[in-house]
């Protein structure tokens, strides 16, 4: 709307006051990123007017660009803007750390007690639902990202290629962002938008300080020696924080790949439970990161290492997003202003439609199915399922969910709820 992107922001509020908005939003960011963005949009934008839409807007194009949970950084960013690197730390801590102390809690209980037939009862119903959010926020990602016949055509490339033909995902960000880059017209008076001449050197001062922030466990762990798990794991998943464009959804595929197929830290059940968890607590979804390092150090050494190596995993996760965002932050509104780069974000964003599809796919497969076989037929990889092995159970969870949410539109918490109840006594007759 055109009146929206001259909205006039409100005075900056003192840090405290924004804190409390920011514990807030943590408390309450429940039904992953397309949840969470709306939440904020309601309260900073709506709300409190500390950001106009078209700023929202282009620090949201932004953050979709780069690696790691886009929520997050997109409340590290608005808290940034108004009271520079402290906000952005609290804005970003407090989204992340309600959800990782549940995570932290619930992982060591799932490490105890997990394999008891009644948590797996409860976790087949959060299960169910999970399929169920994820195709929601596809159809929310679709229909913000698709409004151009290319960007259709890009999103059902993305899910090809990432699908049928395994590519990996930086290639299909990098071919989306070059063809949107290319399309889009040049505009020569875009580029009139106000960098500061000495942001250059900021930035190289910045990106230097989070860097080494980012390998202070390292430096710890060769310090002590004889560190060989966590370093492999921190080692992981610091290049997990690279490479995962797209958020949580987009990184699960390549997450329970590695995790379960390369390293066998996980099971795949262990990992569609971590996802499950991840859902039902407050905070980015990407928390599932903290539910693997945990159940692999509880699996290699028990309980302290168990949460020595979940808190690895949740440094070496969120480090670098605030990296990017304190690094990239004082270009957002100029990027905004460059048709060519905005169009090379908007491409992204379809990208992301098509990543997002195909763990929509991947997910249920594993869902519904006790057993699904990874065949290669020439150049495709094919999941097919064995069809004797439907669970019953979980397609009725999913339909009903799928009422309860879609026609419905009951809320996430009411629906997990009502669906691991459900889960546990559809299992009674076998407990």
Request: hydrophobic share 60%; with cysteine.
């Amino acid at each position: 709307m055109e009146h929206s992107d001259q909205t006039i922001e409100s005075p900056r509020p003192d840090f405290l006051t924004a804190l409390r908005v920011w514990i807030k939003i943590g408390l309450l960011s429940f039904g992953g990123p397309a949840a969470q963005i709306a939440l904020m949009h309601k309260l900073v934008v709506e709300e409190k007017n500390w950001l106009s839409e078209k700023q929202y807007l282009n620090a949201l194009n932004f953050c979709m660009l780069l690696p790691g949970p886009e929520a997050m950084q997109l409340a590290s960013y608005a808290g940034w803007r108004m009271h520079g690197i402290r906000g952005g730390l609290a804005a970003g801590l407090s989204f992340v750390l309600p959800g990782a102390l549940v995570i932290m809690i619930l992982a060591a209980v799932y490490s105890v007690y997990g394999d008891i037939s009644i948590i797996n009862a409860l976790f087949l119903g959060i299960k169910a639902a999970v399929i169920v959010v994820v195709i929601e926020a596809l159809l929310r990602v679709a229909k913000r990202a698709l409004v151009k016949t290319e960007h259709w055509i890009i999103a059902a490339l993305a899910f090809v290629g990432i699908f049928f033909l395994n590519l990996p995902y930086p290639l299909i960000v990098i071919t989306a962002a070059a063809f949107g880059f290319i399309r889009s017209r040049s505009d020569k008076t875009a580029s009139q938008a106000i960098v500061k001449p000495d942001i250059a050197r900021a930035t190289v001062k910045t990106v230097l300080t989070w860097l080494a922030i980012w390998i202070i466990p390292f430096v710890l762990l060769y310090a002590l020696g004889d560190q060989d798990f966590l370093v492999k794991l921190g080692t992981f998943f610091s290049k997990l924080a690279v490479v995962t464009f797209g958020g949580a959804y987009a990184v699960l595929a390549y997450l329970a790949q590695d995790v379960v197929v390369q390293f066998g830290w996980l099971t795949a059940d262990e990992m569609m439970d971590g996802l499950g968890l991840a859902e039902t607590t407050p905070g980015p979804l990407i928390l599932v990161n903290q539910f693997v390092g945990f159940i692999a150090g509880f699996r290699e050494g028990g309980m302290t290492l168990g949460i020595t190596a979940a808190l690895i995993t949740l440094w070496v996760t969120f480090v670098p997003c605030f990296l990017w965002i304190f690094a990239g932050a004082p270009y957002i509104e100029w990027i905004g202003a460059q048709p060519r780069l905005k169009g090379a974000l908007s491409a992204i964003t379809a990208a992301v439609v098509g990543v997002i599809l195909n763990l929509s796919v991947w997910f249920a497969l594993h869902v519904m199915f006790a057993s699904v076989t990874a065949t290669k037929m020439g150049p495709l990889s094919l999941w097919i399922p064995e069809w004797a092995t439907l669970d019953w159970r979980v397609l009725l969870l999913v339909v009903g969910c799928a009422i309860a949410l879609l026609r419905l539109h009951w809320s996430l918490m009411l629906v997990l709820a009502m669906s691991a109840i459900s889960g546990l006594v559809l299992q009674l007759p076998a407990l």
